[in-house]
């Protein structure tokens, strides 16, 4: 038997999101917000958490993959009644139960540690998470006798102008006894709104004489539930504010934390200087004491150390050590820039390699192309790699140098050393250190006479 289990409810439509996708698969932190909250559960537990769906299924297990069991509510009526699907699985799996909701992203580890540490010692049936509120935001109320103990929770719809003015509310998370849950679980009574809600486990607790414990939760962002897209908004701005103090107390410096956007799966080395309106999205890995910015978008990037890019968009694409890029460049997908690459303003790279040391001018575009170590890549050197039904190669040898403005129609190849003239159209291999120009470009020897 294990200590914890934790189930998570995640089958509610989200009707005030007014989408079509289901509520928690909306982005937070460029993550799908259903994934903060099963990362936050198997970090306590170290397993994969029950989730609990309905609304929207098959999306979510699209989504989640492996990370999740689950368990299906077919039809939503309540609380009580989602966390009873959950009996035939895990009923004398686990010592302790915590349910908690896919729509309360921001909720930590280490508050629910908190809250398992109370139940784990009480001899009540279950703990359960409140906060001081000044806009509870439709939480239930949390109503103590004169001696402190919980009596109830008291849903604001049925809370009279005096419990209404309670600012302890009632945060839906609990820790329970697992034995007392399932065999208590059905006990609870359908409400006249035809469902079955799991704070009247409070009630049914209270008559059987036991104490419940009520957790005080600190930060109540961590328990912001989520079903607007306002609320939304305010807890993408909680979120990136906890990511910069983060990586800031890691040795990076942010210049201007309001204007930077920092995914949630993002990974920054010390000594690195991230510059406003910059973003980074996505599995992006960024070296140490490099300088990120400003108005630059980088997503699923890996990016080397001491690496300079400035002003421009990387995507998918490889840096390695000591490369500078932009401003205005743009790395699309499949770009590979090695050790020590330059690459000019307004330039474009796709699918492409850049061998050590290589250096490429402004107003150029790369495509599937192979270019050697050293090699100079003039102002406006396009690589003509699609002919309108298929993409080819170019390749360039080491120590070439393209003067500007050429093109090279590819399939080509430029050898080691060779040399094109400015305004060049390459249709033809050029052989190690031979030098063409013109259109079509042909070899300076092949002019003579």
Known sequence: ????????????????????????????GGRPMVLHSINTASALTGMPPVLVIGYGGDQVRETVGDAARYIVQAEQLGTGHAVAQAAPLLRGQSEHVIVCYADMPLLRAETLRALYDVQRVSDGPFSMLTHLADDP?????IVRDG????????????????QLAIREVNDGVYCFDAGWLWEHLPEIPLSPKGEY?????????????WNINAVAVEDSAEVMGINTR????????????????????????????????????????????ILPNTHLVGQTVIGSDCAIGPNTWIEGATIGNRCVIHCSVVEHA??????????????????????GVHMGNFGEVKNSRLRRGAKMGHFSYIGDADVGPDANI??????????GKEKHQTVIGEGAFIGSD???????????????????????DVPDGATVFGVPARRQDDTKG
């Not at 800031?248 to 204007?259: F, K, N, R, S, Y």
């Not at 890029?325 to 050790?339: C, D, I, N, T, V």
């Open 406 to 428: 050429t093109m090279l129609v590819a399939p080509v190849k430029i050898g080691a050393g060779a040399r094109t003239g400015a305004g060049a159209v390459v249709v033809k």
């Open 1 to 28: 038997m294990s200590s914890l289990d934790v189930i998570i409810l995640a089958a509610g439509q989200g009707t005030r999101m007014k989408s079509r996708l289901p509520k928690v698969l909306h982005p937070l």
């Open 137 to 141: 935001r439709g939480f239930g109320r």
């Open 378 to 387: 003039g102002a406006g050197t396009i690589t003509c790699n699609y002919d």
């Open 197 to 209: 809600y799991l704070t009247d486990l409070v009630e049914i607790a209270i008559a059987g004489g």
């Open 147 to 162: 001696g402190g103990r919980v009596t109830a929770i008291v849903e604001e719809a049925q809370a009279t102008p005096e």
């Open 318 to 339: 490889t840096l390695e050590d000591d490369v500078d890029a932009g401003p205005f460049a743009h790395l699309r997908k499949g770009a590979y820039l090695e050790k």
């Open 230 to 273: 306002v609320h939304l908004a305010e807890a993408e701005a909680i979120l990136r504010q906890r990511i910069a103090i983060h990586w800031m107390l890691e040795g990076v410096t942010i210049t201007d934390p309001a204007t930077t956007y920092i995914g949630a799966d993002v990974t920054i080395g010390p000594d690195t200087t």
